[in-house]
């Protein structure tokens, strides 16, 4: 079973960075394609990020696009979304997710395993 541990979020000024974390206990992530998603109250998730394990190619939606970057870190049992130029609109909690499939998706019923959420809040 993999567990997800999302870390990072936080309260941060229109403006500001924010660096999310998405970490694998007792696993590696490289065999896992890996999303972000992220959920506002009253509105449904959607899927911001996702990175293959194929070729590592990614995905970004619209809306964030430009501002945030994913990433596999070193250590091989992390993913990070770096997220600038955040907006109030960027509020949410943002979840990571995990599947085999060499391809990701940001479509939510891909992934297998999720994490717990983190918050992050974007207001001045």
């Known amino acids: 079973q993999v567990q997800l541990v999302e870390s990072g979020g936080g309260l941060v000024q229109p403006g500001g960075s924010l660096r999310l974390s998405c970490t694998a206990s007792e696993f590696t992530l490289e065999s896992y394609s890996i999303g972000w998603f992220r959920q506002a109250p009253g509105k449904e998730r959607e899927g911001i990020s996702c990175?293959?394990?194929?070729?590592?190619?990614?995905y970004y939606r619209d809306s964030v696009k430009g501002r945030f970057t994913i990433s596999r870190g070193n250590a091989k049992n992390t993913v990070y979304l770096q997220m600038n130029s955040l907006q109030p609109e960027d509020t949410a909690v943002y979840y990571c997710?995990?599947?085999?499939?060499?391809?990701?998706?940001?479509?939510?019923?891909?992934?297998?395993?999720w994490g717990q959420g983190t918050q992050v809040t974007v207001s001045s």
């Open positions: 997710a995990a599947d085999l499939h060499p391809h990701c998706s940001a479509i939510g019923p891909h992934y297998d395993y």
């Open positions: 990175i293959s394990s194929s070729d590592g190619s990614s």
